[in-house]
């Protein structure tokens, strides 16, 4: 009930948050194909693997090397859940302040740490943008070592659970999507992870959910420092001005961390515009993919009217550029692996 | 010749640049045998087998899983020859700003720049750090695209020669250290190249030259910009702030990029004593390696006394970690393939 009333504070707390809902029914396609696109709907399924076939196929002029085969994925509303507060991690940045102040009751003499953890997010929008990295700094990049963090997140992960269908975050990882994601790199794709999210955050346990390792995950990210404390060498995580992994941020993050333009890349917000945009360059025959979230009932539906995700002008963008817009009530037969 | 001049012009600038020469006679050792490190001594080779042999065994207590078999390697002096002068690459910044300064004479105006060009290093030594660092942006963040600047280095390597082989550059790859990079990818580790070398210039000739794809290669970098030129979208290296992947830079660039903790370390100077202690850190049992560049015939011999590739301190804590120290002269049957 707290996390529902923490919900919707925040999302009061965002001027411009209105969701758009689109009415929805629940999806009797169910049947099972024997590709590893099981659980998308033939059309998509069928474009998708039209494309791969094609730039897989040595004799064709669209053939892409194994070596430029290099796919990008937004994390936050294209491989799991992102509503309906701000993301997943703020919600862990709420939890994890909690338990630091338990220790640490000082960090609640600020009076916007102090209303984060009472639910009064009234102090936390008047502090703006200064007040978000406050809070991030205080529960992200507090000097503590990356194992630390690391832990923290792991074990959070494992036991906090989301308001509507109380399930931990990790069960909240689109079917479909994990589906793309094997059937690519089987197709000898290198898959990565470009979001907004923190590195340090998603890579504690997008390994084990899926099957990226921490080196193909590029994030947004702090400071760090390293240094020896009783003969035993760690990194710190420190305030600082971080890196944002978002809009123009994107391609600029993967020219270096990946080096290579992407030839697929699949997004769900504007935000992912500009690496859609990127990948759209490449001198390869490519694949822009828009998740648009349309089911109201077994996720959420919202586009244009709604902060979070907000997507509108790359709905524009996909239909001069060709990019596969997926209706997820009707593209996805599941879109949770437990429905 | 006029290579050697601006080489040795170089070595004066750099105040405590004296290089310690190394008796040394021509190596016989030259017996082929049937593993894939040829190139090695018995004694180094066995020592490298029994560990990797050791931590790949399942049934081993020090056994690492796949995923945690990570592996990097500095790349100047360790991968490539460094010297005579600062580093290939900054041979290919004065090359690249004589090109430049042909289509752009202007460019010469600048009396730092103008002495680069014609082999007079005075006014870059008397304008230090800033100087260096206009070279840099002059040459490497000038506005050019990511593709511009590739094609550029990409030319360069297959063109310019070094003063002591007349090879060109790519061929100045230790023939040992590939069959390492080979032999550790056998075994399933993932092969990084973690160096203070500009990640765009090594990602133009990495993946030809080492088998390393350029997300698997970390090192110094600038400020990039995302941009639309004519419907088209390009990433321009742009002048700022740079990062340098050097000395305490390299574990916290590993943090940044892999994001985890090495188990394999190979370094040639003390700029890599920070990243052979983090990789001594590992939880599990790891490895770390030294270069010890003592064959002035058929390289280099330099250490403590050199400002390229300084090697001191971490010889030092080389004995206390257990680190294996390479001796090339002795250790490496063959340095470069054409010899």
Known sequence: MKKIIIGLSIITLLASCKKETITNSSDSSETKTSTNLASWSDASKSRIETWVKEVTDSTSAN?????????????????WTEQPVLST????AI????????????????????????????????AGIPGILKLINT??????????????VKKW???????????TYSELIYLPMVELLN?????????FIV??????????????TYGIPPYQIIGSYGEAKYEIVDGKPIIRKISGAPFIDDKEGKPVAIHRFIGKVPVFCAGNSDGDQAMLQYTSGSKYKSFGMILHHTDSIREYAYDSKSYIG??????????????????????????????
């Open 139 to 152: 529960t992200h990049n507090n000097n503590q070592t990356e194992t630390e963090f690391d832990d923290a």
């Open 95 to 126: 939890d994890n302040l909690k338990t630091l102040s338990k220790s640490n009751p000082d960090l609640l003499k600020d009076p916007v740490l102090k209303g984060v953890v009472n639910g009064d997010f009234e102090p936390l929008k008047k």
């Open 157 to 167: 992960m494992t036991t906090a659970k989301d308001t509507k269908f109380n399930k």
């Open 89 to 92: 991690q703020f919600i862990f």
């Open 63 to 79: 053939f892409i090397p194994v070596a430029d085969r290099i796919a990008v994925f937004d994390n936050d509303g294209t491989l």
């Open 183 to 191: 059937y690519l790199r089987a197709n000898q794709f290198k898959t």
């Open 195 to 208: 979001s907004g999210g923190g590195a340090d955050f998603m890579r504690a346990f997008a390994e084990e």
């Open 310 to 339: 907000h997507l509108e002008s790359a709905l524009v963008e996909a239909k001069e550029k060709n990019w596969m817009v997926v209706d997820m009530k009707n593209d996805f037969k599941k879109i949770f692996s437990f429905q």
